[in-house]
Protein backbone atom coordinates (compact mmCIF):
# COMPACT_ATOMS: atom_id res chain seq x y z
CA UNK A 1 0.00 0.00 0.00
CA UNK A 2 1.26 3.42 -0.59
CA UNK A 3 1.91 6.18 1.58
CA UNK A 4 -0.15 9.53 1.12
CA UNK A 5 1.44 12.18 0.02
CA UNK A 6 2.74 14.74 2.34
CA UNK A 7 3.39 18.50 3.27
CA UNK A 8 2.95 20.45 -0.04
CA UNK A 9 2.03 17.48 -2.51
CA UNK A 10 -0.90 16.54 -0.49
CA UNK A 11 -2.02 20.26 -0.72
CA UNK A 12 -1.48 20.57 -4.41
CA UNK A 13 -3.31 16.88 -4.82
CA UNK A 14 -6.88 18.31 -2.51
CA UNK A 15 -6.21 21.36 -4.44
CA UNK A 16 -5.73 20.81 -8.27
CA UNK A 17 -6.55 17.04 -8.46
CA UNK A 18 -5.00 14.35 -9.82
CA UNK A 19 -5.26 15.54 -13.02
CA UNK A 20 -4.41 18.87 -12.29
CA UNK A 21 -1.15 17.42 -10.63
CA UNK A 22 -0.30 15.81 -13.76
CA UNK A 23 -1.13 18.61 -15.82
CA UNK A 24 1.41 20.37 -13.67
CA UNK A 25 4.04 17.73 -14.24
CA UNK A 26 4.43 17.51 -17.45
CA UNK A 27 4.27 21.75 -18.33
CA UNK A 28 7.06 21.79 -15.82
CA UNK A 29 9.11 19.32 -17.67
CA UNK A 30 8.08 20.54 -21.03
CA UNK A 31 9.34 24.38 -19.17
CA UNK A 32 12.83 22.89 -17.88
CA UNK A 33 12.95 20.84 -21.59
CA UNK A 34 12.65 24.71 -22.82
CA UNK A 35 15.15 26.40 -20.82
CA UNK A 36 17.98 23.55 -21.25
CA UNK A 37 17.87 23.73 -24.36
CA UNK A 38 17.37 27.43 -24.58
CA UNK A 39 20.62 27.34 -22.19
CA UNK A 40 22.66 24.88 -24.62
CA UNK A 41 21.63 26.68 -27.61
CA UNK A 42 23.30 29.80 -26.40
CA UNK A 43 26.46 28.26 -25.18
CA UNK A 44 26.95 26.34 -28.00
CA UNK A 45 26.29 29.68 -30.00
CA UNK A 46 28.55 32.04 -28.21
CA UNK A 47 30.77 29.35 -27.27
CA UNK A 48 31.83 27.36 -29.79
CA UNK A 49 30.04 29.39 -32.77
CA UNK A 50 27.51 25.95 -33.47
CA UNK A 51 24.24 26.82 -32.39
CA UNK A 52 21.92 24.02 -31.89
CA UNK A 53 19.42 23.62 -35.50
CA UNK A 54 15.93 24.42 -34.94
CA UNK A 55 16.52 25.74 -30.96
CA UNK A 56 13.98 28.58 -32.11
CA UNK A 57 11.06 26.38 -33.32
CA UNK A 58 11.79 23.64 -30.77
CA UNK A 59 10.98 26.67 -28.09
CA UNK A 60 7.92 28.00 -29.71
CA UNK A 61 6.51 24.54 -29.82
CA UNK A 62 7.40 23.53 -26.29
CA UNK A 63 6.06 27.22 -25.47
CA UNK A 64 2.70 26.53 -27.16
CA UNK A 65 2.29 23.10 -25.71
CA UNK A 66 2.84 24.90 -22.10
CA UNK A 67 0.63 27.50 -22.71
CA UNK A 68 -2.56 25.24 -24.22
CA UNK A 69 -2.29 22.46 -21.32
CA UNK A 70 -1.42 24.92 -18.70
CA UNK A 71 -4.90 25.70 -19.44
CA UNK A 72 -6.41 22.59 -17.76
CA UNK A 73 -4.81 23.62 -14.79
CA UNK A 74 -5.53 26.59 -14.38
CA UNK A 75 -9.25 25.98 -14.69
CA UNK A 76 -9.31 23.19 -12.21
CA UNK A 77 -8.03 25.89 -10.02
CA UNK A 78 -10.40 28.62 -11.42
CA UNK A 79 -6.77 30.96 -11.87
CA UNK A 80 -8.48 32.47 -14.88
CA UNK A 81 -7.73 36.54 -14.80
CA UNK A 82 -10.87 38.09 -13.70
CA UNK A 83 -11.58 41.82 -13.59
CA UNK A 84 -14.49 42.19 -10.54
CA UNK A 85 -15.13 46.23 -10.00
CA UNK A 86 -18.87 45.00 -9.58
CA UNK A 87 -18.97 42.00 -7.15
CA UNK A 88 -18.08 43.52 -4.04
CA UNK A 89 -21.46 45.49 -4.78
CA UNK A 90 -23.47 42.15 -5.16
CA UNK A 91 -25.99 40.86 -2.46
CA UNK A 92 -24.43 37.19 -1.81
CA UNK A 93 -27.16 35.11 -2.97
CA UNK A 94 -26.25 36.36 -6.84
CA UNK A 95 -22.66 35.37 -6.64
CA UNK A 96 -23.33 31.16 -7.50
CA UNK A 97 -25.94 32.23 -10.32
CA UNK A 98 -23.00 35.16 -11.34
CA UNK A 99 -20.47 32.11 -11.23
CA UNK A 100 -22.43 30.03 -13.44
CA UNK A 101 -23.06 32.64 -15.81
CA UNK A 102 -19.43 33.49 -16.12
CA UNK A 103 -18.62 30.13 -16.59
CA UNK A 104 -20.92 29.28 -19.40
CA UNK A 105 -19.96 32.58 -21.07
CA UNK A 106 -16.11 31.57 -20.59
CA UNK A 107 -17.03 28.20 -21.76
CA UNK A 108 -18.56 29.28 -25.20
CA UNK A 109 -15.56 31.40 -25.61
CA UNK A 110 -12.95 28.88 -25.03
CA UNK A 111 -15.12 26.24 -27.46
CA UNK A 112 -15.23 29.13 -30.05
CA UNK A 113 -11.66 29.31 -29.94
CA UNK A 114 -10.95 25.38 -29.73
CA UNK A 115 -12.86 25.32 -32.97
CA UNK A 116 -11.22 28.19 -34.63
CA UNK A 117 -7.85 26.40 -33.68
CA UNK A 118 -8.81 23.02 -35.19
CA UNK A 119 -9.93 24.70 -38.68
CA UNK A 120 -6.67 26.69 -38.43
CA UNK A 121 -4.82 23.18 -38.34
CA UNK A 122 -7.00 21.22 -40.64
CA UNK A 123 -5.76 24.17 -42.79
CA UNK A 124 -2.10 23.85 -42.13
CA UNK A 125 -2.96 19.78 -42.63
CA UNK A 126 -4.40 20.60 -45.82
CA UNK A 127 -0.88 22.13 -47.33
CA UNK A 128 1.49 19.92 -45.25
CA UNK A 129 2.48 23.04 -43.25
CA UNK A 130 5.42 22.35 -40.57
CA UNK A 131 8.73 24.49 -40.09
CA UNK A 132 11.38 25.50 -41.39
CA UNK A 133 14.46 23.88 -40.49
CA UNK A 134 13.57 20.35 -38.87
CA UNK A 135 10.43 20.23 -41.26
CA UNK A 136 8.01 18.80 -38.44
CA UNK A 137 4.44 18.96 -38.96
CA UNK A 138 2.46 22.05 -37.49
CA UNK A 139 -1.16 20.77 -37.42
CA UNK A 140 -0.65 18.21 -34.82
CA UNK A 141 0.71 21.04 -32.67
CA UNK A 142 -2.75 22.72 -33.32
CA UNK A 143 -5.17 20.42 -32.98
CA UNK A 144 -3.23 19.27 -29.55
CA UNK A 145 -4.12 23.08 -28.94
CA UNK A 146 -7.44 22.62 -30.18
CA UNK A 147 -8.26 19.85 -27.75
CA UNK A 148 -6.66 21.67 -24.77
CA UNK A 149 -9.06 24.46 -25.10
CA UNK A 150 -11.99 22.30 -25.62
CA UNK A 151 -10.78 20.92 -22.25
CA UNK A 152 -10.53 23.69 -20.63
CA UNK A 153 -13.80 25.40 -21.64
CA UNK A 154 -15.58 22.06 -20.70
CA UNK A 155 -13.32 22.54 -16.83
CA UNK A 156 -14.54 26.07 -17.15
CA UNK A 157 -18.04 25.45 -17.41
CA UNK A 158 -18.28 22.05 -15.38
CA UNK A 159 -16.58 23.50 -11.93
CA UNK A 160 -19.18 25.85 -11.38
CA UNK A 161 -22.15 24.02 -12.35
CA UNK A 162 -20.89 21.39 -9.73
CA UNK A 163 -20.91 23.95 -6.95
CA UNK A 164 -24.15 25.47 -7.79
CA UNK A 165 -26.10 22.08 -7.97
CA UNK A 166 -24.46 20.47 -4.88
CA UNK A 167 -26.17 20.10 -2.18
CA UNK A 168 -25.75 22.73 0.86
CA UNK A 169 -24.10 21.77 3.62
CA UNK A 170 -24.72 22.01 7.41
Known amino acids: MSKPPSGNALSAVQTLGRSGVTLAIIGAIMLVAMMGLTVFDVIGRYLFNSPIKGAAELTEILLCAVIFLGLGAVSLREDHVTVDLLVDYMPAWVHPIRQVLTGLFSGVILCVVGWRLWVYADQIGGYNGSTTNLSIPIAPLGYFCA ?19 APPTA
Open 147 to 165: ICTVVGALITVAIPLKRFF
